[in-house]
């Protein structure tokens, strides 16, 4: 009963994370600001499947089992009440639902902070049941790899070694919302560095480098923990050591680094640097799995376009780290993040998970699968540059090419390839329910 409680509810998180996403890029198409668009494609698209799989991969992956199988359902309403919060919290005047929060009789102020509360009581419950779980662990050096895959202990090490820093990012990252929500003053490290000359260094960042302290920090390290050991497996291979102790030391300090000097100077850079180095290494593990894998799988394709994706995310973001912030390349750059790097990766492994092959709904197979991807591949990418062009103006007095039609037309068609997605994943759902 108790494996069955898990396995419903890391299935149920992961189900709530495909809506998040079709929620996502709805919100994008219908001009919904960053801020508010950011809450539904991180917190609930991104976080709800890395919580979903999380409770269901880390203990096995520790050599240990859940402590409090009841954990991932117990903490799902937290999860989805922090979500809906903060996207009307956050939500700026020429939002499409902006002032839909009378209906619950509270200020957006109020939703904010009762979003922030309920997603780090969220947070709270996941940290400590993995902690709990692996609390004799917590190096990961057990970690339950079969004599058959010897040779991947050492990849396997270094993989868990990062996780207990995706609980610090977590955690700490789920502590700003809160901050901002209840206006929590600057604190005494703040007063010491100010006068220093180094005033935007702060361990309480907003907007932006509080996002990156989750999404670089606890997202992407997560990504590299579980898909170092996952994609191996699947994939039938052993990654290059060297590549991957690469990505995990690069990536480790990075997000530390971003939001303690978001566009602040050198350190800002420097971290920007690490992430691009980390993320290029990552990408490098599994394309080269890939290309030598013997197995064709529909999800393969997405991990892979993801991986690409993660490369572009990088190379914008550095260039902005070393020449300065750009509106249009850095909402190409958030876009690109959630979408096209974290959630082409996501498409692609639950599909693993969850093969479109054995669904028996309509339209239910890897040919769509196929489409689904592709889809979202090239919607992205046609987003992405309308977006920078939009920002430059470098296609005034060319007709045949509106840069504000291109970005709709991408947001249109992930739109449609985030509802494919849905119907072929949640049908699956359903028929093994």
Known sequence: MSATAATRGSRAFVAAGVVWFVAFNAAVLAGASRSAAVVTGLYGFVFSVVFGKAYALVPSYFDRELALPSAPLAHLPFATVGVLGLFFGRLGPGDPLVGRSEAVGLSADGLLTVGALAWLAGVLVFVGTLAWTVRDNLTGSETGTSEANAERRRVDRAANAVVPLVGFYLVW???LPVAEALDVRPSPIDVVLGPLGAASLSPMPTGPAATHVLAAGAAVLMLFGVGFRLLPRFLVGTPRFSLVATALAAGAPAPFLLAFDFYGGPAFALGATLLAVAVVAYALVVLELIANSDRRRVGFTGVGAGALFGVVVVALGWGMGVHGLDPGLATAHYR??????????????????????????????????????????????????????????????????????????????????????AWILLSIFEQRR
């Open 336 to 421: 690109l993040a959630l979408g096209g790097f974290l959630g082409l990766t996501i498409v692609g492994v639950t599909y693993q998970f969850y093969p479109p092959a054995i669904g028996e709904a309509p339209g239910v197979g890897d040919r769509n699968a196929l489409l689904v991807i592709v889809g979202l591949a090239v919607g992205f990418a046609i987003e992405a540059v309308g977006v920078g062009l939009e920002a430059t103006a470098a296609l005034d007095g060319i007709v045949a090419l509106d840069p504000a039609a291109l970005t709709a037309t991408g947001s249109a068609i992930v739109f449609a390839a985030s509802l494919g997605y």
């Open 173 to 175: 990252g789920s502590l």
